[in-house]
């Protein structure tokens, strides 16, 4: 096998990606942080050098980790934070069968919307569109703070909350409105220099904290081929929409009219519970070719949202490499919301997913509490974890109890989306589909709705399922899975993992 080897400095820097200075995060000094690329079955080697006042990890979003779940990043589950000053190598195997385009991320508190983010490429002849098309770029969408998420959170998680009215007033839990949307990093600065006659493979990334994004190039149809990694039966559309941490690959060609273009990624800031006003929604970037770029003065899809547009979970995905879930031999029900709680410091809305607010216990990562004790640990009552003693075949039915709707991200497994709909799921009802059903790493939950996934619990080890909105995850709206704890003693976790866990001060990541 191949390693493809990288080094990441991660630090504290001064930037303007929206034209307002502030300090953010980087990784090595860029923003974002560089491509990683491999193959598939390449072993990754990333050694990470921590620069920042605070612990940090970095997890590879949609890496499958068989047999390396303390590899995964995720600061409180799969390991401690990496400390100021010190550096951490993550060391894996890029699964045989996963291709397509993923990202990585810091996982530690809302860390990462201050900037630990980037994109990760994995490039396979399996890949059903494989040579079929010319060239390769990154359309990377983010929402954007002018200040660091640290002191927002501790706003948002506050009795009186972002806006002063956060307990017993009218929004209860409402998260800190972005001040700018971002395309590859940049508010409206961003250009695409493309050759005419050819095909180019958008591989779009949804790096952001809250906010949902519709993409679209003007006067460019968009043939949607990939979603989170799985080749899908290719859609032609105006529109796709994207919710936080997923992926999406289009074909577009530079067939039209030599000249510029506007590519937009417009927020979906519908779905804020308090709003911005100052928020420009329509970020703008440039797509040139067979022309000097000028500023593109062309227009906007007239066709109304959703006409022509990607249908997220449904219809609109079916992969293109076929394949029927298993019957389910397990099925639990989850309900999240948000609620009101006395804590000791105040009342505070936090998220819950049945009776359980997660809170990240970063000296003592559920991983490494279930190696060292066997399967019969129990966990505290801020952690759910669902426990597999067998690969099972496990339906999870997701209900929503918030008006908005919810990005729900599982580590370490590719699941099917078997069915969604509008209130609570009812057992029995027939609209769950086993036929081809899509499958991703990343789901949108519908406000007020419920979805139904099935997965297999086959890789060992302590895996997060939680809602990919920073804010949502760093109130607690996160559980876990733990697959065959019976293997999870043998798992070949490094001896410099619990070190590091040893040496913690404690209260090492803001939050
Ligand atoms: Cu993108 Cu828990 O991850």
Same mark, same amino acid.
């Given at each position: #096998?191949?390693?493809?080897?990288?080094?990441?400095?991660?630090?504290?820097?001064?930037?303007?990606?929206?034209?307002?200075?502030?300090?953010?995060?980087?990784v090595?000094?860029?923003?974002?942080?560089?491509?990683?690329?491999?193959?598939?079955?390449?072993?990754?080697?990333?050694?990470?050098f921590?620069?920042l006042?605070?612990? +940090?990890?970095?997890?590879?979003?949609?890496?499958?980790?068989?047999?390396?779940?303390?590899?995964?990043? #995720?600061?409180?589950?799969?390991?401690?934070?990496?400390?100021?000053?010190?550096?951490?190598?993550?060391?894996?195997?890029?699964?045989?069968?996963?291709?397509?385009?993923?990202?990585?991320?810091?996982?530690?508190?809302?860390?990462?919307?201050d900037?630990?983010?980037?994109? $990760?490429v994995?490039?396979?002849?399996?890949?059903?569109?494989?040579?079929?098309?010319?060239?390769?770029?990154?359309?990377?969408?983010?929402?954007?703070?002018?200040?660091?998420?640290?002191?927002? $959170?501790?706003?948002?998680?506050?009795?009186?909350?972002?806006?002063?009215?956060?307990?017993?007033?009218?929004?209860?839990?409402?998260?800190? =409105? =972005?001040?700018?949307?971002?395309?590859?990093?940049?508010?409206?600065?961003?250009?695409?220099?493309?050759?005419?006659?050819?095909?180019?493979?958008?591989?779009?990334?949804?790096?952001?904290?809250?906010?949902? &994004?519709? &993409?679209?190039?003007?006067?460019?149809?968009?043939?949607?081929?990939?979603?989170?990694?799985?080749?899908?039966? =290719?859609?032609?559309? !105006?529109?796709?929409?994207?919710?936080?941490?997923?992926?999406?690959?289009?074909? @577009? +060609?530079?067939?039209?009219?030599?000249?510029?273009y506007?590519?937009?990624?417009?927020?979906?800031?519908?779905?804020?519970?308090?709003?911005?006003?100052?928020?420009?929604?329509?970020?703008?970037?440039?797509?040139?070719?067979?022309?000097?770029?000028?500023? =593109?003065?062309?227009?906007?899809?007239?066709?109304?949202?959703?006409?022509?547009?990607?249908?997220?979970?449904?219809?609109?995905?079916?992969?293109?490499?076929?394949?029927?879930?298993?019957?389910?031999?397990?099925?639990?029900?989850?309900?999240?919301? /948000?609620?009101?709680?006395?804590?000791?410091?105040?009342?505070?809305t936090?998220? /819950?997913?049945?009776? #359980?607010?997660?809170?990240?216990?970063?000296?003592?990562?559920? @991983?490494?509490?279930?190696?060292?004790?066997?399967?019969?640990?129990?966990?505290?009552?801020?952690?759910?974890?669902?426990?597999?003693?067998?690969?099972?075949?496990?339906?999870?039915?997701?209900?929503?109890?918030?008006?908005a709707?919810h990005?729900? !991200?599982?580590?370490?497994?590719?699941?099917?989306?078997?069915?969604?709909?509008?209130?609570?799921?009812?057992?029995?009802?027939?609209?769950?589909?086993?036929?081809?059903?899509?499958?991703?790493d990343?789901?949108?939950?519908?406000?007020?709705?419920?979805?139904?996934?099935?997965?297999?619990?086959?890789?060992?080890?302590?895996?997060?399922?939680?809602?990919?909105?920073?804010?949502?995850?760093?109130?607690?709206?996160?559980?876990?899975?733990?697959?065959?704890?019976?293997?999870?003693?043998q798992?070949?976790?490094?001896s410099?993992?619990?070190?590091?866990?040893?040496?913690?001060?404690?209260?090492?990541?803001?939050?």
């Amino acid at each position: #096998t191949t390693t493809r080897y990288y080094e990441f400095v991660i630090s504290e820097a001064t930037g303007s990606p929206n034209g307002f200075e502030r300090t953010m995060l980087v990784v090595n000094n860029q923003f974002p942080g560089p491509l990683v690329e491999v193959n598939s079955g390449d072993e990754l080697v990333v050694n990470v050098f921590n620069q920042l006042p605070n612990g +940090t990890t970095i997890h590879w979003h949609g890496q499958l980790q068989n047999g390396t779940n303390y590899m995964d990043g #995720t600061n409180g589950i799969t390991q401690c934070p990496i400390p100021p000053g010190m550096n951490f190598t993550y060391r894996f195997t890029i699964n045989p069968s996963q291709y397509g385009t993923f990202w990585y991320h810091a996982h530690a508190s809302t860390q990462y919307t201050d900037g630990i983010y980037g994109p $990760l490429v994995i490039h396979s002849p399996s890949e059903p569109i494989f040579g079929q098309y010319d060239r390769d770029a990154l359309v990377i969408l983010s929402d954007w703070y002018d200040v660091m998420s640290s002191g927002l $959170l501790t706003q948002y998680l506050s009795s009186a909350g972002i806006d002063g009215s956060n307990y017993g007033g009218v929004n209860p839990g409402a998260e800190p =409105p =972005p001040d700018s949307g971002l395309i590859n990093g940049k508010m409206n600065g961003s250009s695409f220099d493309l050759e005419p006659n050819l095909s180019y493979r958008l591989r779009i990334i949804n790096m952001g904290t809250l906010t949902e &994004f519709m &993409f679209s190039v003007d006067s460019h149809v968009l043939s949607v081929v990939e979603a989170d990694g799985i080749s899908i039966e =290719p859609v032609n559309v !105006h529109r796709v929409p994207i919710h936080v941490a997923q992926r999406y690959s289009v074909i @577009l +060609t530079t067939n039209q009219t030599a000249g510029s273009y506007n590519v937009r990624g417009e927020m979906q800031s519908s779905c804020y519970k308090l709003s911005n006003p100052n928020l420009n929604t329509m970020v703008l970037a440039t797509m040139t070719y067979g022309a000097s770029p000028t500023t =593109p003065n062309t227009q906007d899809w007239s066709d109304a949202i959703p006409a022509l547009c990607l249908d997220l979970n449904s219809t609109m995905i079916v992969p293109q490499i076929a394949m029927d879930p298993p019957n389910s031999t397990d099925v639990v029900q989850v309900f999240m919301s /948000f609620q009101q709680t006395i804590q000791s410091g105040g009342t505070q809305t936090l998220a /819950f997913m049945n009776s #359980t607010s997660w809170l990240s216990d970063t000296t003592n990562p559920t @991983l490494l509490q279930m190696s060292k004790a066997g399967i019969q640990t129990t966990f505290d009552s801020n952690q759910l974890v669902v426990v597999n003693d067998n690969i099972t075949v496990f339906d999870l039915i997701l209900n929503n109890y918030d008006d908005a709707s919810h990005p729900f !991200h599982l580590h370490g497994h590719v699941f099917w989306i078997l069915g969604e709909g509008d209130g609570s799921y009812t057992s029995g009802v027939s609209q769950l589909s086993t036929t081809n059903p899509p499958r991703r790493d990343t789901l949108t939950l519908p406000g007020y709705g419920w979805v139904a996934i099935r997965f297999i619990t086959d890789n060992p080890g302590l895996w997060a399922f939680h809602c990919h909105i920073g804010w949502h995850m760093a109130a607690g709206l996160l559980m876990q899975f733990a697959d065959l704890p019976g293997q999870i003693q043998q798992l070949q976790i490094p001896s410099y993992l619990s070190d590091q866990c040893a040496q913690q001060g404690g209260g090492v990541v803001a939050n």
